[in-house]
């Protein structure tokens, strides 16, 4: 477990015993995780791999090869362990490291206990690791998860669901293809894709979905100006008629800015929360200036009907969400993801933000996760960043002790279930 000091121990100790909302994750299935093969080199999968990246061990077959479980773990382990000790003081490694020291009991990962701690591993690979690792281990109460294959997944009841938006990636007729093969609708024109739309949004509600989820700062800015609908229906029928070549990017964006909102609206109906990547994106090479939170403004102020649940804290520009937090009651800030980027502008955002921003609209954590086992120290790691930073606080006579643990008990728990209306019937 992380040290900490004095009261920010104390405060450590409380919150530990707060039931968690786990405010976004990737995990597959449990039926499909339980039939891979895992051994150490799967602890520093995802987002490790862009630090081994950053350190030297770029994509392509070598990477490849280092991941390949099928394949004999120590030949594998010696290409790993040079880029590993390059990276294994971050906060991306963290959580593995602390999982093979808490729970499966090994002081270190090293030539010494890589089989032993692969065989653990895989030895506990098996039903029912879900819900040891993230409700008997972590106290995670709930967790939302994000594109859930668009279906619940009856092997992990404790999750509830994003789904995807289905209005942008428009550059190719493979979206609206999925979109028809969903709804079971012809989509030629624009008002029957709009239709398509809102009828998806409608099944997802009925499946028990909570919100939609778009990560269009992946591969465009986040900004979404309105599109007149004249415009958009030019633009859609070039596109449906598969001209792809009078259809500019300009166009495309135009076209899903129109999309965009119309799914907005369609989530007011449904009363589904909005969710917006913002801020770092995963892997390597991405375009950070099309992320940050305050270009959402115009869309924010569009509607003031939506709830819109602002990912990642715009990390590392923390200070947008302090403007977006203070300006807008339907925004909320989450912080998932961000502890495992970086503990220390975490801290610097919670600083601001419980100065700046109502503090029924922060949630503390979110694993954002494939690797399951990981989860544990990424929720150390938010548990640790809240204490010193309420600690802090309470020394500088802002309030009591009593106020921090409230406050916890908020961030962790009762704004996302409040936010997602979790728990209502």
Known sequence: MLQLKGLAADLLEEIARIPVVDCHEHLPAEAGRVKQRVDVASLFSHYCKADLEAAGLIQGPEQDEVFDTTKPLLPRWQKLKPYLQAIRFGSYAYPAFAYVRDILGFDDIDDSTVEAISRRLQDDNQPGLYKRIMQDLCGIELAIECFAGD????????????????????GSAEPIEQLERGTGRSIHTLAQCVEAMGSYLEEQKRAGCVGMKTNAAY????????????R?????????????SRVSDVEMEELENYLMRREIEFCIEQDLVVAIHTGYQA???????????TLLWSLLYSYPRARFDLFHGSFPYVSDMTVLG???????????????????????????WLDAVPVTKIFAFGGDYHVVEKVYGHLQLARADLAVVLAEKVEEGRFSKANALEIARLLFNENPKRWYKLGQG
């Open 326 to 352: 203070k300006y807008f009651q339907n925004v909320s800030l989450n912080m998932c993801w961000m502890h495992l980027m970086g503990p220390e502008v975490s801290r610097r955002a919670l600083r601001e």
């Open 283 to 293: 892997r390597n090479r991405n375009d950070i200036r099309h992320a940050r939170a």
């Open 219 to 230: 591969w465009r800015s986040i900004e979404c100006p309105d599109t007149t609908a004249s």
């Open 151 to 170: 279906a619940a997944k009856p092997d992990q009841p404790f999750f509830v669901y994003l789904c995807r938006e289905r209005g942008l990636g428009m």
């Open 232 to 244: 958009a229906e030019t633009i859609f029928a070039k596109l449906r008629s598969g001209i792809r």
